[in-house]
């Protein structure tokens, strides 16, 4: 008798899940037995993001505005969902933004960016209180209201704002030349210097070289200048950019004080020739906006600083100082006057030829034109 065939057996295979195999039937597909698929089906339209704390998602949020690198990067978050645009708008949120994220285009200036900017202001973000004054007082020449903006950012201590308030009390913009007060300026600057920034160290530097508006102290003078040169070169290098071997280049001209230390870059009025820093986007909202309406906005016989990354325009005729060599550029300072010099100024500055008639004030007039002497050295 021959032994029995034995048949195929039932087959349970506890590692990949219940997989049977009988005779005369098709394998059937393995059903997991992960954690995963054994959950419950969520609700239909439910989001994972409904369950995070609402307290967490804000500060993530805090987070992403203070690093915004364009207004873009703010916007895709608005565009996400109902409870990031809720959240985002949030007035934690909007004191956090940061001040590329207000680098709207002068072409596309409208009603709504001018609420959107009020609104962070209200949010108490201080860029914003920078960026909206500089446009109310130089663009929609609301001098009064733009400068009151500026100056509740300078109570809170935005070096941006401080030296915008002394560059308008250096040159009395927005009224006569008699409003010009020096020693305000002198003190916006020094505060503005005492919080790290460079122009306002600048300016600082050259008033107490030149005694302007404070009584002259020219070792001082040259500290402060060595100083802003000093942290315009720490500036650049701190960003990853390497540094070159023509940065170490003197960029002062050749009329300069023969007496005058020429070894080193840092000691010189003017620094290194160091890429020029970033714009900041309110002066680059000032460029832009002249620059599309043309003269028709800043009326007849108005000029903007020769600088481009300025903006700044002239608020009644001669109001900024030209250059005592050439005659042709014009600056509403000296910080300016020194990044211009180094970008490009100092390939096509040439001596006037036009005959210069000094006045008893230390001006050079030519033509009706009042020109500061300012010694490029």
């Not at 393995?30 to 609402?54: F, M, N, R």
């Not at 565009?79 to 994220?101: D, E, G």
């Not at 709207?104 to 202001?121: D, G, I, P």
């Not at 100056?151 to 409003?179: E, M």
């Amino acid at each position: 008798m021959l032994p029995s065939r034995e048949t195929k057996r039932d087959f349970y295979s506890a590692g990949a899940g219940d997989c049977i195999f009988a005779p005369g039937r098709k394998r059937r597909r393995c059903v997991s037995s992960s954690p995963i698929s054994s959950a419950p089906e969520t609700k239909a339209g439910s989001d994972l993001l409904d369950s995070i704390p609402e307290d967490l998602v804000v500060s993530i949020l805090r987070r992403l505005a203070s690093t915004s690198r364009s207004p873009a990067d703010f916007i895709n978050v608005l565009m996400t969902c109902k409870r990031l645009n809720s959240l985002a708008t949030s007035p934690l949120v909007l004191s956090r933004l940061s001040r590329k994220a207000f680098a709207v285009k002068a072409q596309n200036w409208s009603e709504a960016a001018h609420r959107f900017l009020k609104r962070c202001l209200d949010a108490g973000n201080l860029e914003a209180g920078y960026t909206l004054g500089m446009i109310r007082f130089y663009c929609l020449q609301n001098r009064r209201n733009g400068a009151s903006l500026m100056a509740k950012a300078a109570i809170r201590s935005h070096a941006p704002s401080l030296y915008s308030l002394a560059v308008i009390q250096f040159n009395g913009s927005g009224g006569s030349k008699n409003d010009k007060d020096l020693r305000a300026g002198v003190a916006l600057c020094a505060r503005a210097a005492f919080l790290g920034h460079v122009d306002a160290q600048r300016e600082l530097g050259h008033c107490l070289q030149d005694g302007y508006g404070v009584p002259q102290n020219v070792s001082e003078g040259r500290r402060f200048l060595v100083q802003a040169n000093a942290r315009e070169l720490a500036a650049v290098l701190s960003s990853g950019i390497k540094a070159h071997r023509s940065w170490l280049a003197l960029s002062q001209p050749q009329i300069s004080n023969p007496n005058q230390n020429r070894s080193c870059p840092l000691l010189s009025d003017f620094g290194c020739n160091v890429p020029a820093p970033e714009t900041h986007p309110a002066n680059k909202f000032l460029a832009d906006w002249f620059a599309v309406r043309g003269g028709v906005s800043l009326g007849d016989g108005l000029r903007l600083c020769s600088h481009g990354g300025c903006g700044r325009p002239e608020t009644r005729k001669h109001e900024f100082r030209r250059c005592s060599v050439c005659g042709v550029v014009n600056y509403c300072s000296r910080a300016c006057q020194a990044l211009d010099w180094k970008l490009r100024h100092k390939v096509n500055c040439a001596p006037m030829e036009q005959d210069a008639a000094y006045d008893g004030e230390g001006n050079v007039q030519i033509d009706g034109d009042h020109v500061l002497v300012v010694p490029m050295s």
